[in-house]
């Protein structure tokens, strides 16, 4: 491969790869946040009570509060790491903070006071 081809191959994996990031951005907008935030608002947490918990499946489901482009409503969703659901039981009251580049991965888990 010639130099220029090589450039060309990089430029294009690059562009690939800003235009799936920007996509994955606007999905996460659309699911929690309102337009605009910046990706390092992100941290924001939502509010939900704890549904079901399975560890096997590496689920959970929360009934979640309404936000702003969605009404409250329960939906499962998954997590990386299982320790996330030890602390958890079903009816508490939790913030949650979901992945940005995956709406239904939950990152991290709070139970709320
Ligand atoms: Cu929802």
């Known amino acids: 491969m010639s130099r220029r081809t090589v450039s060309a ?38 509010e939900g009570v704890v549904k079901k918990i399975d560890k096997a499946a590496r689920k959970l489901a929360i009934a979640h509060a309404a936000q702003p482009s969605m009404p409250a409503m329960t939906m499962v969703y998954s997590v990386k790491d299982t320790a996330l659901l ?10 949650f903070v979901t992945d940005p580049a995956d709406s239904m991965t939950v990152l991290r888990v709070e139970v709320a006071k």
């Not at 030890?86 to 913030?95: A, E, M, N, T």
């Open 9 to 46: 191959l990089i430029l294009a994996l690059a562009a690939t790869g800003y235009a799936a990031h920007a996509v994955a951005q606007m999905d996460h907008s659309a699911h929690t946040m309102p337009a605009a935030k910046p990706v390092a608002a992100n941290v924001a947490m939502e």
């Open 86 to 95: 030890d602390k958890l039981q079903v009816g508490q009251k939790i913030r």
